[in-house]
């Protein structure tokens, strides 16, 4: 009777063990994704997306790119002057940029209307995009325009906030959302971190920082992204191209954020918010391209589509 009695204690001990061992296994299982607040979530990113690529200085604002050669190079709507503005836009000559040794500064015609930050100008030392990407911005009119460093290469970037394509966006057309590109990756550390060359669309190249590799499976295959880390960003930038480049998509491939890992270095991969380069939007935008190793050999059919808009073109 007693030993009868051990074995049914037993048995039920080993279910209690199985149940508590059951129990705290569904406990570790991941929520199960919120397919309704995702969707919004989708439709939120695109909202505040395309409320940037729209905005006064979005891209599709760009009107004009020239590079700067030592010395002075006068600007105004002239077209004999080396920085061209628009037509009717801006007096024949409204000043000069001069490029020396590296630096550059504007000297503005007194009644020619260039204002920064709300003030006249007549001299004034300027501040690149490779300043934390917060260059000096000259205004005239409805035109803003600043300085960007490629390299050793200088160049004034012009906006125009009445630029047609602007004011004619035709949005942009998406892949359906699509849960399964919304991926779990584990992410490899590379120690130490090492440099990949990325090369832009006017031919440069320069070396980037990439902390690890992004490596994800799909279909049965396993893929890998090497991704950038942007001074001062908590985000990994990736730039891919795929099977669906220069057919659904632009040529020159697309651009993707992801959150940095955890401590257990996972993160999500959304390819869901997957979008165009300026350089779909703007021939004068200088655009980096996805490096070899981020091509990938299958079709990402999530994010955004290529844009068929005023003015498109394509680069590849």
């Known amino acids: 009777m007693k030993i009868r009695y051990l074995k049914s204690r037993n048995i039920m ?5 199985a149940m508590i061992l059951l129990a705290l296994a569904c406990s570790k299982q ?3 994704l919120d397919e309704n607040a995702y969707r919004q979530e989708i439709e939120n990113y695109r909202s505040k997306r395309i409320k940037n690529l729209t905005s006064d200085d979005g891209w599709l604002t760009l009107v004009g790119l020239y590079w700067l050669q030592e010395g002075e190079n006068k600007f105004g709507s002239d077209p004999h002057n080396v920085v061209v503005l628009p037509q009717g836009k801006s007096p024949a000559v409204a000043g000069s940029f001069f490029l020396e040794n590296g630096n550059v500064r504007v ?18 030392a300027l501040k690149t995009d490779e300043n934390a990407g917060k260059p000096t911005v000259l205004h005239l ?3 803003s325009f600043y300085v960007i460093k490629r390299g050793d290469q200088f160049g004034i970037r012009v906006k125009d906030s009445d630029n047609p394509p602007r004011k004619q966006f035709a949005g942009i057309q998406y892949f359906p959302t699509d849960t399964r590109w919304r991926i779990e990756a584990r992410f490899e550390p590379y120690n130490p971190q090492k440099k990949i060359p990325i090369t832009n669309v006017l031919g440069q190249t320069s070396d980037e920082v990439s902390p690890g590799a992004i490596v994800f499976e799909m279909n049965g295959n396993t893929y890998r992204l ?9 985000e990994l930038f990736i730039i891919f191209a795929d099977q669906t480049s220069a057919r659904e998509t632009y040529g020159a491939g697309r651009f993707l954020y992801a959150a940095k890992p955890g ?29 070899q190793q981020n091509r990938l050999p299958v079709r990402v059919e999530a994010g955004e ?10 680069v590849s």
């Open 226 to 234: 090497d991704p950038i880390l942007e001074e001062g960003s908590d």
């Open 305 to 314: 589509k290529k844009y068929e808009g005023l003015g498109h073109h394509e």
């Open 13 to 17: 001990t080993l279910i209690l063990s």
């Open 107 to 124: 000297e503005a015609k007194p009644d020619s209307g260039v204002t920064s930050e709300g003030k006249p100008v007549t001299t004034l």
């Open 141 to 143: 009119g409805s035109l």
């Open 30 to 32: 991941k929520p199960k």
């Open 263 to 291: 401590a257990d270095n996972r993160l999500i991969l959304d390819f869901n918010k997957a979008y165009n380069p300026p350089c779909a939007f703007t021939p004068y935008a200088t655009c980096p391209l996805p490096p």
